[in-house]
């Protein structure tokens, strides 16, 4: 992609509206691999010049802003996030088709913000709307389905729906495992909610290896000191006090509440 950013550099103008698209297909790859900033310098320069270049209702735009939006959320700034997918979402809907997978992509994000902010009836409509898209148009083992699964098992513990969170939740990883390889931090986001489940239920002796294996995942993943480890290393203290290891349960604890103090 990056070559195809330095081909169309040379032979279009700087304001050209597809250099941008370039531009922010790029930053969407970079958001995708967890490079935050990079991609926030990438999306914000493709999104000024598509405004500039473009309708406000053409979905060129539209994937600018779905990004600018999960950009938003992955840093937790859940009211500066929704209008920009809301607003993706509606073009997409409006330019696309309502069953098109650039309108199930805007759904699964609105859906998974949603989700974060505990509003789970409209998490539920988006996430199970953006799922069936997928279902129709993408091949079974494509990972938009694993992420669309991966939400709803989320949502399904969230709802003490356990029987539906599991074979989702399993699904994902498999899905996920296979595409990206083992160490990819979508693997550890399912590996954690599939700790999550089985913590849930009292089956202590399931959730700590899925607990352990995410949080190295995450680690190596995003580093030792990103904000989606607390939870993880937080969740796996709980465990390791339940087992009478309590020494090591206090120091995991003490570096989720530094990872959280750090994040702001």
């Known amino acids: 992609m990056r070559r195809a950013l330095a081909i169309r550099q040379k032979v279009l103008a700087p304001d050209d509206p597809e250099l941008a698209t370039t531009l922010g297909w790029i930053g969407a790859l970079a958001l995708r691999q967890h490079r935050l900033v990079e991609a926030e310098r990438l999306v914000e320069t493709a999104a000024a010049s598509l405004r500039r270049a473009l309708a406000a209702d053409d979905p060129r735009l539209a994937a600018a802003l779905n990004t600018l939006g999960m950009l938003a959320l992955m840093r937790g700034k859940f009211e500066e996030a929704e209008p920009y997918i809301k607003r ?94 083992p160490g990819h931090w979508e693997v550890g986001q399912t590996l954690y909610n599939l700790g999550v489940l089985h913590h849930f239920q009292g089956d202590l002796a399931k959730a700590e290896p899925y607990y352990r294996r995410a949080l190295a995942v995450q680690q190596g993943a995003l580093g030792p000191d990103h904000p989606d480890l607390a939870d993880t290393l937080d969740n796996y203290a709980d465990i390791l006090v339940m087992n009478g290891q309590g020494i090591e349960a206090a120091r995991l604890k003490e570096r989720a509440a530094n990872i959280r103090a750090n994040a702001g």
């Not at 949603?114 to 409209?122: E, G, H, W």
């Not at 998490?123 to 694993?146: C, F, K, Q, Y």
């Open 88 to 181: 993706a979402l509606a073009i997409r809907e409006a330019a696309l088709g309502a069953g098109h997978p650039d309108v199930a992509e805007s759904a699964n994000n609105l859906g998974f913000l949603y989700l974060k902010r505990n509003k789970v009836v409209q998490a539920e409509s988006l996430l199970g709307r953006a799922l069936a898209i997928r279902e129709r148009v993408l091949d079974p083992d494509h990972p938009d389905i694993a992420e669309s699964l991966n939400n709803l098992g989320a949502l399904d513990i969230m709802l003490g729906r356990f029987a539906e969170a599991a074979p989702r939740l399993e699904s994902a990883l498999a899905i996920r495992e296979r595409a990206y390889g």
